[in-house]
């Protein structure tokens, strides 16, 4: 395994060969890292010659990479930073539906990092079951996905209601949203892990990058397997 990791100084060892085992490449979280360590690992991933997925990236970093990489590209709603993809064109569909505004950062998380790893995305915002009516205006494009990710804070009840209405797997993301008795994302988290409505997955508080990553896995797997 030696062979397929590269030591970078004495902070870390990338795994350079992930993409050869699971189909994609290791993902870079860079908070809680140093600017330069961060930067130092991205650009040893780079010189490997892999496509770079950043998440939780500040804009000092992303100022330092973007001068140094053409193709890096930065978001500073969601805080991801990419450099280079592993497909030009999306595959399938996933739709990414926020409750709220305040949703945004999590939910763009989870649709970059999946149309990142190679599936075709639709975002759709600001649907959250106070205002009930505006989901359902747009219930004829969230059917058309493959996959749903449903983001949402406060009671986080919108995940339950989209898994009452589509007939394909729907991921729940809690976010940190809300006030006091939220507690940070804990009673959107319970709400949608008790949820009566079946076919609902649950990621942890505000992890949209896993809800995307899991998402792309369901959607390009109904693809190569034929499903339609």
Do not use: W
Not at 10 to 16: H, L, S
Not at 114 to 121: I, N, R
């Amino acid at each position: 395994m030696k062979d397929q990791e590269s030591l970078l100084s004495d902070f870390a060892v990338i795994d350079t060969g992930r993409a050869e085992r699971t189909g994609y490449p290791e993902v870079v979280y860079c908070a809680g890292k140093t600017t330069g360590q961060a930067e130092a690992i991205i650009l040893k991933m780079r010189e490997a010659g892999l496509p770079v997925l950043g998440t939780r990236a500040d804009a000092a970093l992303a100022e330092r990479i973007v001068k140094r990489e053409k193709e890096a590209e930065y978001d500073p709603i969601s805080r991801l930073l990419t450099v280079g993809c592993l497909r030009t064109e999306g595959r399938g569909l996933v739709a990414v539906v926020a409750a709220g505004t305040s949703d945004l950062p999590v939910a763009k998380e989870a649709a970059l990092s999946a149309e990142f790893l190679g599936s075709k995305v639709e975002l759709i915002t600001d649907v959250g079951v106070a205002g009930i009516h505006r989901l359902f205006n747009r219930l004829p494009d969230i059917r058309k996905a493959r996959v749903v990710i449903a983001v949402a804070g406060m009671e986080g009840a919108l995940a339950g209601v989209i898994a009452g209405l589509v007939s394909v797997p729907v991921i729940a993301v809690p976010t940190s949203v809300g006030y006091g008795a939220a507690f940070g994302g804990l009673a959107a988290l319970l709400g949608m892990l008790t949820s009566c409505s079946p076919g609902i997955s649950v990621v942890n508080i505000d992890n949209g990058f896993g809800a995307g990553y899991q998402a792309n896995l369901i959607n390009l797997l109904g693809l190569e397997t034929g499903k339609q």
